[in-house]
């Protein structure tokens, strides 16, 4: 089993910046792809960015060049550090944990509570 808990989100100003860590339970953390997704109002929820237990990351073609995902297995958490936010960032992120490094959610067998993240105009 494998417990997420996501934090960080905020409301912002377009142009900004948040980090938002994603903190985990369980022994397989190590061994695990961590993911974030993210759901806008009325959309479905969205692949984001993947990192593999080694470090490679892998984003979206909307995020590219703009967020960056990290990893600190020693503290059992995953970051997605976002920056030149606009508006179409608007959602709720959350943070999954899965054996494959995939865009797919039904490759992920975990999921955090989700955090919001709002940017305003």
């Known amino acids: 089993q494998v417990r997420l808990v996501e934090s960080g989100g905020a409301l912002v100003q377009a142009g900004g910046s948040l980090r938002l860590p994603c903190a985990a339970s369980?022994?397989?953390?190590?061994?695990?792809?961590m993911a974030w997704f993210r759901q806008a109002p009325g959309k479905e929820r969205e692949f984001v960015s993947t990192i593999t237990s080694g470090g490679s990351p892998l984003y979206a073609d909307s995020v590219k060049g703009r967020f960056t995902i990290s990893r600190d297995n020693a503290k059992n958490t995953v970051y997605l550090q976002m920056i030149g936010l606009n508006v179409e960032d608007t959602a709720v992120y959350y943070c999954?944990?899965?054996?494959?490094?995939?865009?797919?959610?039904?490759?992920?067998?975990?999921w955090g509570q989700g955090t919001q993240v709002t940017v305003s105009s």
């Open positions: 369980g022994r397989t953390f190590g061994t695990s792809t």
């Open positions: 999954a944990a899965g054996r494959y490094y995939s865009r797919a959610l039904k490759d992920y067998d975990y």
